[in-house]
């Protein structure tokens, strides 16, 4: 095990390189250490803009990331406080996403999700061997160490985490993700350590067929369904899966905790040990095909609220840390803080006892999920699930403008491009590795250096098609829409080609004229194993 470095100030030891994210009142920035030249990911915290209680969470995150020490956890090699500055220095990951690098496999079978799963199930068994509880266990929080094949899981995001002792159960408030939430959990009963397997059964689940085992657009129907533990495995896409698989969800499913299998078990299940002789190793493109669909949505309700936080016409209803301010359905004026790191992640105030020592479980929790957001605008209340006819003529100029925008980029037009969108604009590009992207220079490189007319050449035939493109609706200024772009195209050698990928696209209009803020595409899904990548191609 590593021992921390000891310095007085952050650039005693370290050099601080590029931006590679942003947070509500932190920045993760590359930075190379000065005695070894090894690079890491430091996250930066202005501890002006901390709260009390916010600096608690921050201690108790360092706290726990120091002691777990584990080649599938994202691992913290430094804690420095500063004046102003609170900086952790963790382990520099860039392979991405899990669920993001599956969709973009030539070959997915069972025993990967299962190799998947064993490796989550391996950093979740050393939380708790050290009295450690993530509590929020999803696919964001899932990453690969590098770009490399067989790249291995590393989960991240400790900021929900929590210490117990042994087997305590106790209630340690509201927190985690929606669709991930345990029933213990909802039913706001002592939780411990088996909140992070049902996680892992949902998620196994996912691994399995691309979809969740508990879903409705009502949240309330949706915490019905876990509470009952109401999931089942329809035809055709189960038919295919082993039982032993199954039988592995259903151990992790259980709706007692007390009966669920442990971390430490789940490892010892036949699927997983012997998962040559007894897990499929049938190419699932099913699977593949829905859980494309599944990170589409992930991200589009990540630009949602993205977009909810940055754009000033929301600002009412938000607060200085750009935390959601809503009532609850009682109309009491009462107040809920929301986690500002996670687009869905939801937690209440610190658990809170009167003077007998007893919980007070009686504030409202609304979770930071897309689905649940309403938008209150002058004279209208809009859901971005809404189908009022008033805002189909929206919808249609959200089109349109997109189409344009593609129209841009398939002719290399950056001067056209720019004035869709706004100079400041925020992107997630595969080529970045997971990085989040700000400002038009990223874009100006491909524009400047990969034309389209270039690399195909003047005479080579491109069509590109927008196909089910889904917009939503935030406010009257503020839209998001998902779609999938179809390339076909003749290579070279003249041979034709074709290649998809997803993108997720969030506008804001400024002054009458909408502007892209920001973008997210997927990786691209060729028909062939040599067509082009969509940056070679569309840029």
Same mark, same amino acid.
């Given at each position: 095990?590593?021992?921390?470095? *000891?310095?007085?100030?952050f650039?005693?030891?370290?050099?601080?390189?590029?931006?590679?994210? =942003?947070?509500?009142?932190?920045?993760?920035?590359?930075?190379?250490?000065?005695?070894?030249?090894?690079e890491f990911?430091?996250?930066?915290i202005?501890?002006?803009?901390?709260?009390?209680?916010?600096?608690?969470?921050?201690?108790?995150?360092?706290r726990?990331?120091?002691?777990?020490?584990?080649?599938?956890?994202?691992?913290?090699?430094?804690?420095?406080?500063?004046?102003?500055?609170?900086?952790?220095?963790?382990?520099?990951?860039?392979?991405?996403?899990?669920?993001e690098d599956?969709?973009?496999?030539?070959?997915?079978?069972?025993?990967?999700a299962?190799?998947?799963?064993?490796?989550?199930l391996?950093?979740?068994?050393?939380?708790?061997?050290? @009295?450690?509880?993530?509590?929020?266990?999803?696919?964001?929080?899932?990453?690969?160490?590098? =770009?490399? !094949?067989?790249?291995?899981?590393?989960?991240?995001?400790?900021?929900?985490?929590?210490?117990?002792? @042994?087997?305590?159960?106790?209630?340690?408030?509201?927190?985690?993700?929606?669709?991930?939430?345990?029933?213990?959990?909802?039913?706001?009963?002592?939780?411990?350590?088996?909140?992070?397997?049902?996680?892992?059964?949902?998620?196994?689940?996912?691994?399995?067929?691309?979809?969740?085992?508990?879903?409705?657009?009502?949240?309330?129907r949706?915490?019905?369904?876990?509470?009952?533990?109401?999931?089942?495995?329809?035809?055709?896409?189960?038919?295919?899966?082993?039982?032993?698989? =199954?039988?592995?969800?259903?151990?992790?499913?259980?709706?007692?905790?007390?009966?669920?299998?442990?971390?430490?078990?789940?490892?010892?299940?036949?699927w997983?040990?012997?998962?040559?002789?007894?897990?499929?190793?049938?190419?699932?493109?099913?699977?593949?095909?829905?859980?494309?669909?599944?990170?589409?949505?992930?991200?589009? !309700?990540?630009?949602?609220?993205?977009?909810?936080?940055?754009?000033?016409?929301?600002?009412?209803?938000?607060?200085v840390h750009?935390?959601?301010?809503?009532?609850?359905?009682?109309?009491?004026?009462?107040?809920?803080?929301?986690?500002?790191?996670?687009?869905t992640?939801?937690?209440?105030?610190?658990?809170?006892?009167?003077?007998?020592?007893?919980?007070?479980?009686?504030s409202?929790?609304?979770?930071?999920?897309?689905?649940? *957001?309403?938008?209150?605008?002058?004279?209208?209340?809009?859901?971005?699930?809404?189908?009022?006819?008033?805002?189909?003529a929206?919808k249609?100029?959200?089109?349109?403008?997109?189409?344009?925008?593609?129209?841009?980029?398939?002719?290399?037009?950056?001067?056209?491009?720019?004035?869709?969108?706004?100079?400041?604009?925020?992107?997630?590009?595969?080529?970045?590795?997971?990085?989040?992207?700000?400002?038009?220079e990223?874009?100006?490189?491909?524009?400047?250096?990969?034309?389209?007319?270039?690399?195909?050449?003047?005479?080579?035939?491109?069509?590109?098609?927008?196909?089910?493109?889904?917009?939503?609706?935030l406010?009257?200024?503020a839209?998001?829409?998902?779609?999938?772009?179809?390339?076909?195209?003749?290579?070279?050698?003249?041979v034709?080609?074709?290649?998809q990928?997803?993108?997720?696209?969030?506008?804001?209009?400024?002054?009458?004229?909408?502007?892209? *803020?920001?973008?997210?595409?997927?990786?691209?899904?060729?028909?062939?194993?040599?067509?082009?990548?969509?940056?070679?191609?569309?840029?």
């Amino acid at each position: 095990m590593a021992t921390p470095i *000891v310095c007085t100030r952050f650039s005693d030891n370290y050099d601080l390189k590029e931006e590679l994210g =942003k947070g509500a009142f932190s920045v993760v920035r590359k930075c190379v250490q000065k005695p070894t030249g090894m690079e890491f990911a430091a996250k930066i915290i202005n501890t002006k803009k901390l709260s009390a209680r916010d600096f608690q969470k921050l201690e108790r995150e360092a706290r726990i990331c120091r002691k777990l020490q584990h080649p599938n956890i994202v691992r913290l090699h430094d804690s420095i406080q500063e004046e102003l500055f609170h900086y952790l220095v963790f382990d520099l990951v860039t392979g991405g996403e899990l669920f993001e690098d599956i969709v973009a496999r030539e070959f997915y079978s069972e025993a990967d999700a299962s190799h998947c799963i064993q490796q989550i199930l391996e950093s979740v068994n050393h939380c708790h061997t050290n @009295g450690v509880v993530h509590r929020d266990l999803k696919p964001e929080n899932l990453l690969l160490a590098s =770009k490399v !094949k067989g790249a291995a899981v590393k989960l991240a995001d400790f900021g929900l985490a929590i210490e117990v002792q @042994g087997d305590q159960q106790a209630w340690f408030g509201f927190a985690g993700t929606p669709g991930y939430l345990s029933p213990e959990v909802l039913k706001k009963e002592p939780y411990g350590k088996p909140v992070d397997i049902w996680a892992c059964g949902v998620i196994l689940y996912i691994l399995l067929v691309g979809y969740p085992p508990f879903w409705d657009e009502d949240q309330h129907r949706l915490y019905a369904q876990i509470k009952a533990g109401a999931y089942d495995y329809p035809s055709p896409e189960w038919d295919t899966v082993t039982p032993d698989a =199954k039988n592995l969800i259903n151990q992790m499913l259980t709706v007692n905790p007390a009966k669920r299998v442990t971390a430490s078990d789940a490892l010892k299940h036949p699927w997983i040990c012997y998962r040559e002789k007894v897990a499929s190793a049938v190419h699932r493109q099913e699977t593949v095909d829905c859980l494309k669909k599944f990170n589409a949505r992930r991200k589009l !309700k990540g630009a949602i609220l993205t977009t909810m936080l940055a754009t000033r016409n929301f600002s009412s209803k938000y607060d200085v840390h750009g935390r959601s301010i809503v009532t609850n359905k009682k109309g009491d004026g009462s107040q809920v803080k929301e986690s500002t790191e996670s687009n869905t992640t939801l937690e209440d105030d610190d658990v809170r006892e009167d003077k007998k020592g007893t919980v007070d479980r009686s504030s409202t929790v609304i979770a930071k999920d897309a689905e649940d *957001v309403r938008i209150v605008c002058p004279n209208k209340t809009f859901s971005q699930h809404s189908t009022n006819s008033c805002g189909s003529a929206r919808k249609q100029e959200i089109v349109k403008i997109t189409e344009q925008l593609i129209e841009s980029i398939n002719n290399a037009d950056f001067e056209g491009y720019t004035k869709i969108c706004d100079p400041h604009m925020t992107a997630f590009e595969p080529e970045a590795l997971g990085n989040l992207l700000e400002g038009m220079e990223f874009h100006k490189f491909y524009f400047d250096h990969e034309s389209v007319l270039t690399v195909l050449g003047k005479n080579r035939g491109i069509n590109t098609t927008v196909l089910n493109p889904t917009v939503h609706l935030l406010g009257d200024d503020a839209a998001c829409i998902a779609y999938i772009i179809l390339v076909q195209y003749i290579d070279k050698q003249g041979v034709p080609r074709s290649h998809q990928y997803e993108e997720t696209r969030v506008w804001h209009r400024r002054d009458n004229k909408w502007q892209n *803020v920001h973008s997210h595409r997927s990786a691209s899904v060729a028909s062939t194993s040599n067509a082009f990548s969509p940056s070679a191609i569309s840029k």
